[in-house]
C-alpha cells in the first residue's frame, strides 16, 4: 500500500516561514519524483515544486521561485518543503505528491501517481 502523509501545516504571519514534511511509504522513494502540490478554495490544484529523488533535481513554479525550497531525504523516505517570505496568497491546501516515471510535475492539475491527505497552510496579512 502506497502511502503518503503530509505535515507542517499551519498558521503563519505574512513574511514568516514553515516547513511541510512528506513521509512515504510503500515505495522506493529513489523511484519516484515528489511533488507539493496546493489547492486554495475554489482553485485547480496547482503543482509548485517538484523533486526527482533519483537525482535531486528540483524544479518551481514561478510563484515560488526563491521562496520556497524543496529537498528530499532518500533514507528515510521523506520530502520537505521550506516555505520563507510566505504570502497570504500562498494560503492552501499543501498535498504531496509521487509519480513513477517522470521528474514531477508543475502547473495546474498535475499528474501524479500518488497522493496525500494534505495539510493547511493559512497565511495572514
Known amino acids: 500500500e502506497v502511502q503518503l502523509q503530509a505535515s507542517g501545516g499551519g498558521l503563519v504571519q505574512a513574511g514568516g516561514s514553515l516547513r511541510l514534511s512528506c513521509s512515504a511509504s510503500?515505495?522506493?522513494?529513489?523511484?519516484?519524483?515528489i511533488g507539493w502540490v496546493r489547492q486554495a478554495p475554489g482553485k485547480e490544484r496547482e503543482g509548485v515544486s517538484c523533486i526527482s529523488s533519483a537525482d535531486g533535481s528540483a524544479r518551481y513554479a514561478d510563484s515560488v521561485k526563491g521562496r520556497f525550497t524543496i529537498s528530499s531525504d532518500n533514507a528515510k523516505n521523506t520530502i520537505y518543503l521550506q516555505m520563507n517570505s510566505l504570502k497570504p496568497e500562498d494560503t492552501a491546501v499543501y498535498f504531496c505528491?509521487?509519480?513513477?516515471?517522470?521528474?514531477?510535475?508543475?502547473?495546474?492539475?498535475?499528474?501524479?501517481?500518488?497522493w496525500g491527505q494534505g495539510t493547511q497552510v493559512t497565511v495572514s496579512s
Open positions: 505528491a509521487a509519480d513513477y516515471g517522470s521528474r514531477g510535475y508543475l502547473g495546474v492539475r498535475p499528474p501524479y501517481d500518488y
Open positions: 510503500g515505495i522506493t522513494f529513489g523511484e519516484y519524483a
